[in-house]
């Protein structure tokens, strides 16, 4: 015959929750307990006196660029206000001239995207620069390096430097002392009947530093 009554059946339940209960909480604060002990015994780590790795420095946006015509012996700055004024004066020419060349407004290319694009083509005027500047001399060259370092730190200027075939012979001393000196540059060697390029599209924007 069966004794055992429901209140005790319940009252058993009740003891087999309240230990297994105790059995978790004791189980964790010796686990806890563990972990101190063995965070106290270790010693802290000694600092590393290696070379640390340093991420080069990317600029977000490249700096804006200053062209210089190297044709023979001469190295010509090229005026770009001249174009803008002209192009100015007759938007809606589409081309035009200045002292050092002629310039052609392209017409602007039907893109999906809301940047105001544009290019520019520019062929130099040879003999009128030859006529116009002054032959190059390393005196030149330390005033031009002055006058480079001080646009940088004004106006983030740096030169780019349209190089013609005959004109490498006259870069390569100025291509050292720029070097040299630190400045930061670009140059392409160009055929003197090729256009300059000039433009603004969309991937100046979507790419990483794309000139520079």
Same mark, same amino acid.
Request: proline content about 8%.
């Given at each position: 015959?069966?004794?055992?009554?429901?209140?005790?059946?319940?009252?058993?339940?009740?003891?087999?929750?309240?230990?297994?209960?105790?059995?978790?909480?004791?189980?964790?604060?010796?686990?806890?307990? #563990?972990?101190?002990?063995?965070?106290?015994?270790?010693?802290?780590?000694? !600092?590393?006196?290696?070379? #640390?790795? *340093?991420?080069? &420095?990317?600029?977000?946006?490249?700096?804006?660029? %200053? +062209?210089?015509?190297?044709?023979?012996? #001469? *190295? %010509?700055? =090229?005026?770009?206000?001249? *174009?803008?004024?002209?192009?100015?004066?007759?938007?809606?020419?589409?081309?035009?001239?200045? $002292?050092?060349?002629?310039?052609? $407004? @392209? !017409?602007?290319?039907?893109?999906?995207?809301?940047?105001?694009? +544009?290019?520019?083509?520019?062929?130099?005027?040879?003999?009128?620069?030859?006529?116009?500047?002054?032959? =190059?001399? !390393?005196? &030149?060259?330390? &005033?031009?390096?002055?006058?480079?370092?001080?646009?940088?730190? %004004?106006? &983030?200027?740096?030169?780019?430097?349209?190089?013609? !075939?005959?004109?490498?012979?006259?870069?390569?001393?100025?291509?050292?002392?720029?070097?040299?000196?630190?400045?930061?540059?670009? $140059?392409?060697?160009?055929?003197?009947?090729?256009? @300059?390029?000039?433009?603004?599209?969309?991937?100046?924007?979507?790419?990483?530093?794309?000139? $520079?």
């Amino acid at each position: 015959m069966d004794t055992e009554g429901p209140a005790q059946g319940a009252f058993l339940d009740v003891a087999t929750n309240l230990l297994a209960i105790l059995l978790i909480v004791t189980l964790f604060s010796l686990i806890g307990l #563990r972990q101190e002990t063995e965070g106290a015994n270790q010693s802290p780590l000694a !600092p590393t006196t290696g070379a #640390r790795f *340093v991420e080069p &420095r990317r600029d977000l946006f490249p700096p804006f660029s %200053s +062209f210089y015509f190297v044709i023979a012996d #001469r *190295v %010509s700055h =090229w005026d770009q206000e001249a *174009v803008i004024e002209a192009l100015a004066i007759a938007p809606d020419t589409g081309a035009g001239q200045t $002292w050092q060349g002629r310039f052609e $407004w @392209l !017409p602007e290319p039907l893109v999906t995207r809301d940047i105001d694009t +544009f290019q520019l083509r520019f062929l130099p005027d040879r003999q009128a620069i030859l006529a116009r500047e002054p032959p =190059w001399s !390393p005196e &030149r060259t330390e &005033r031009l390096l002055a006058e480079l370092a001080a646009a940088s730190a %004004s106006a &983030r200027l740096a030169p780019v430097f349209i190089v013609h !075939p005959d004109g490498l012979e006259t870069f390569v001393p100025l291509h050292e002392r720029l070097q040299a000196a630190g400045q930061r540059f670009r $140059w392409f060697a160009q055929r003197a009947d090729e256009p @300059l390029l000039l433009g603004r599209h969309p991937a100046q924007f979507t790419h990483h530093a794309i000139y $520079w």
